[in-house]
Every structure is written in structure tokens, then in C-alpha cells.
């Protein structure tokens, strides 16, 4: 049930024809503490007063902190039938958005209108009703903890709030590290009771293993809250907004874990004189049939002067082959986008973030026990049948740790594919520290030893042939400079064995 609070603004014509901001009510408690910020003279727009509802005291509540609240803000009519002025909102706040509201909540000619009712004795009445729906942090520390979720703490600190730089130039085997580094955090992010203790020593010794060969300026903070972080930020930069006559305006493709994604912005097209916001899966023709992606997105226009006045909405959707595409229809209204100052459009551009947790995939296929893309069963079959004793020790039992190392595998296959004058020297010794690591967790490449070996001789051969050819090349020019020295030569001889030859005229001899 929603908790009710009252503000009472007094003198409500002085304060809505002078002042700029009449803060605030008192605070009042719904499991946390809350008030309401008025701005009479309004934000954006100076003829209507803005109303927010607003955590108070931020600086008290821990690292991480998030409260996910339903609230209706209603300027409430006084006197005279008719309704009161009630908008409502569902949002998540935070230490970036500690405060949600409505810049343009009523006009303020309506507020003065005497037959309105909202001013009474020179009193406007504002009611706030909350809901608290979903608390993450609190000041109070737990005590329900043991062991095993201790660790499980521990390790989900260790991936999430590290700062990595990897060793590896090598682009397919940074790619592949990182899925590796993925999956682990995948196989800490499962419940406590969901982890065994072979997990754990897998994952120990992949940590490790990460750490000494792949990984540099590697450091671990404790954050203080157990809210899970996003996977990935993408930021979109729409430049000559207001100018542009497309109705519909599509972002470039980025890849959150492998799956392909794509910001579509409408403006005015589905609700009219509101941007619409929506997050697709890109290329989702390509996906197998029965395809599904469960996702947590956070959309955000950016307020460039106040990150504050940033608006931001969330969902969780199955993103699948009949509904492949999740946002909202009235993001943001486009006069307050357009209106001067409100700091949404800076030089003429607008910036929109998006943040996608990947909560789970469906459409991945079982090969011999590896959770695969479908782009990637066709490779790993194949090697499967011409090495069928490829993974018949792998001591790894975790699906996770299973597809991050697969992933390694056929990066190090990709990385041999290029030509070996392509080929730095410094990716082959990094391709026997992935195969190190690969035979470490019991894979069988045998094979594939004498395929590195056989491209470093490649290698060699190609080093010592450019060198070959470099001196028949000198030698070459020299002999071709040689040759048209005596070209020259020849030609002066002809030259001068033609004149010998010429008989003498009279002329010449009566000179």
C-alpha cells in the first residue's frame, strides 16, 4: 500500500511569481528518507512549476545504493468540482538519479486561475504517494551470511571491480580472454547453494591462470553492495537532432556477450510530439529458430548540463522472434528536448545511453557438452569428428568455464588462420600461453601443438626468405645498373664506329 505525504506551500503567489525553487518539504520516512523539490518558475520551461520527489540525505546511505519506487505526485484541488492535477512514474533511484519528477507537472496560469481551486488562502496542497517496491543497500549491515556465500561475496568483488589490462595484442585472443573472463563471472553469479566446490577450484585456478598470463594492473575493490552491475554501456551521439526529417533513426550494431543489439528512436511517430525509445536485437533474422534473450536494459537520455534532470526508464523482456524489440513509447517529450537551456540538446546533438544486462540466452546448441553460438557448431563439429579425443579429459564440469575455454580454442584456431606474414611474433608466443592454458584444463591438442609449430617454422622460413629475397633483389639492380652502363656504352661505340665509316665530302677537304 502507497504511503502518503503532504507538502504545504504557503504564500503560494509570491513564491510561484518570484522565486526559483522552493525547497523543501520535510523528509519524511518510507523505509528510507524522501522529500519533494518544487521549482515554481519551472526548469525547462519558465510558465509551468516542475515537481520531483527526491532521496534525501544521500551521503548516509552505502556504496550501490538503489531503491525502485512507484510514486504519484498530485497538485491537489482545494475547492471547485473537478479533478486534481495527478501524475504518476515507476523508477529506480540512485546515487547518479537521486531525484524523479515532472519538469512541466502544471502550468502555473492554471495554478492562479481563481475558479481553478489549487490556491486556497495563498496555500498550495501537494500529495505524494510512494510505493516501495524494491530496496538494494541499506544503512543496517547484515548478519545473514556464511561461509560459502562469504566467498561467493568475495569472488563476485574480485571480477566485477577489477581493473584489467591485458597482455595480449593478439584481437581474437583478447576477445577470447574476455569471454573467459565472462564465463567466470557467470559461474559467480549463480546462488551460493548453485555453486560446488569444484566450481570454486575451477574458477580459482582459471583466476589464476588469467592473472599470470593474460592480465596486467589487475586490482580488486570491495564494493559495498551486492547489486549486479550492467554488462555494457553504449553510448549513441545523434547529431543535428532537431534537423534530421527521418522519422525513424537507427544506432550502429554493438555486442553485449555475443549478442547483437540496436538502439531505434522515433520521433513523434508513435506517440505524437514524444521521442520513442526502443532496444532490438539486430540481425535477429540469422538467429536459429526459437531463439530467446532475457534482458535488464536501462534507457537514458542525457541531461549534458545536469545529470541529475537526466531521464531514464527501465525494463526486463524476453527479447524473441515475435517481440525482438523493447522500450517506450513517450521516452521524452520533444519540446522538452527542443526547449532552449534544458540541456538535452548541446551543439545540437543528442546523447543516449544504454545499459543491457543479459540475463539469459536460448539458442545456444550442445556439442560433446559445450554450450555454442550457432555460428560456432559447424567449426567445433568438424574438429570434433577429424579429433574426436579433443575433449574427452577436459576435467572442467562448470558450463560456463566449459564454453569460456571453448571459446579460447577457437580463437587460437582463428589466430593460426591468418597469414603468416600477418602473423606478429609476439601473437605466436601468446598462442602457446593459450594452448598452455588449454591443455592445463585437460583438452587433448596434440594437433594443434604441431600446427603452432608448423606456423612458427612458417614463420622462420618466411623471415629467412624475405631475407633471400631481399639480396637477388640488390643483386638485381646492380646488375640491371650494370647492364645500362653498358647500353650507354654500346651506344656511344655505335656512335663513334658510325662516323669512322662515313666517307669525307669535298667540302670537308677543300676546308
Known amino acids: 500500500m502507497a504511503k502518503q505525504s503532504r507538502l504545504v506551500i504557503a504564500n503560494g503567489k509570491n513564491n510561484t511569481s518570484n522565486c526559483s525553487m522552493v525547497s523543501l518539504s520535510d523528509s519524511f520516512l518510507l523505509m528510507f528518507f524522501r522529500r519533494l523539490s518544487v521549482y515554481p518558475k519551472g526548469i525547462y520551461i519558465s510558465d509551468h512549476l516542475s515537481l520531483f520527489l527526491e532521496v534525501a540525505d544521500v551521503k548516509s546511505l552505502p556504496f550501490g545504493w538503489r531503491r525502485l519506487m512507484k510514486f504519484r505526485l498530485t497538485i491537489a484541488k482545494q475547492v471547485s468540482e473537478g479533478p486534481s492535477v495527478l501524475k504518476k512514474s515507476h523508477r529506480w533511484f540512485d546515487q547518479k538519479n537521486p531525484l524523479w519528477g515532472f519538469p512541466t507537472m502544471i502550468p502555473l496560469a492554471k495554478i492562479h486561475y481563481k475558479n481553478e481551486g489549487f490556491l486556497v488562502n495563498d496555500q498550495l496542497m501537494i500529495v505524494a504517494e510512494v510505493d516501495v517496491l524494491e530496496v538494494v543497500g541499506t544503512s543496517e549491515k547484515s548478519e545473514e551470511t556464511n561461509s560459502l556465500s562469504q566467498v561467493y561475496v568475495e569472488s563476485v568483488s574480485s571480477i566485477q571491480g577489477s581493473v584489467v589490462e591485458f ?131 536501462r ?53 543516449i545511453i544504454v545499459e543491457i544486462e543479459l540475463l539469459e540466452v536460448i539458442g545456444k546448441v550442445d556439442v560433446n557438452g559445450f554450450h555454442l553460438l550457432s ?119 655505335k656512335s663513334e664506329a658510325l662516323a669512322a665509316k662515313t666517307p669525307i665530302s669535298f667540302d670537308d677537304i677543300i676546308q
Not at 534530421?244 to 522515433?266: E, H, M, P, T
Not at 528536448?337 to 551543439?347: C, W
Request: hydrophobic share 35%; proline share 2%; with cysteine.
Open 375 to 493: 555460428s560456432e557448431v559447424e567449426s567445433v563439429s568438424r574438429m570434433f569428428e577429424k579429433h574426436p579425443e579433443t575433449a574427452s579429459e577436459v576435467h572442467l564440469k562448470n558450463p560456463n568455464l566449459r564454453t569460456g575455454y571453448m571459446s579460447l580454442l577457437l580463437s587460437l584456431i582463428d589466430t593460426l588462420c591468418q597469414s603468416p606474414h600477418k602473423l606478429p611474433k609476439d601473437d605466436l608466443g601468446e598462442a602457446y600461453y593459450a594452448l598452455e592454458s588449454l591443455t592445463d584444463a585437460g583438452f587433448k591438442l596434440d594437433w594443434l601443438e604441431k600446427k603452432i609449430s608448423q606456423v612458427s617454422e612458417r614463420k622462420e622460413k618466411e623471415k629467412d626468405g624475405e631475407i633471400r629475397k631481399k639480396a637477388v633483389e640488390k643483386e638485381l639492380k646492380d646488375l640491371k645498373e650494370k647492364c645500362s652502363d653498358l647500353e650507354a656504352q654500346l651506344e656511344k661505340e
Open 167 to 297: 597482455r595480449a595484442r593478439n584481437q581474437h585472443l583478447k576477445t577470447a580472454c574476455t569471454n573467459v573472463l565472462l564465463s567466470l563471472t557467470q559461474t559467480l553469479c549463480q546462488t551460493p547453494q548453485g555453486l560446488s566446490a569444484d566450481d570454486l577450484v575451477e574458477a580459482g585456478k582459471t583466476l589464476a591462470y588469467m592473472k599470470d598470463f593474460w592480465l596486467g594492473g589487475f586490482s580488486v575493490s570491495s564494493p559495498r553492495s551486492m547489486e549486479k552491475k550492467f554488462d555494457k554501456k553504449f553510448t549513441w551521439v545523434i547529431k543535428d537532432f532537431s534537423s534530421l526529417q527521418s522519422v525513424n533513426i537507427l544506432s550502429d550494431i554493438f555486442v553485449v556477450r555475443g549478442c547483437k543489439w540496436q538502439l531505434n528512436a522515433y520521433k513523434g511517430n508513435n506517440v505524437q510530439n514524444f521521442l520513442s525509445l526502443f532496444l532490438e536485437v539486430a540481425g535477429y533474422g540469422s538467429l536459429p529458430s526459437g531463439w530467446r534473450r532475457h534482458a535488464r536494459f
Open 299 to 351: 534507457l537514458i537520455v542525457v541531461n549534458q548540463r545536469s545529470e541529475t534532470l537526466s531521464r531514464q526508464l527501465e525494463g526486463q523482456n524476453w527479447f524473441e522472434e515475435k517481440a525482438n524489440g523493447w522500450g517506450f513509447q513517450s521516452m521524452l517529450s520533444l519540446d522538452e528536448i527542443n526547449a532552449k537551456d534544458s540541456g538535452f540538446l548541446v551543439n545540437k546533438e543528442l546523447k
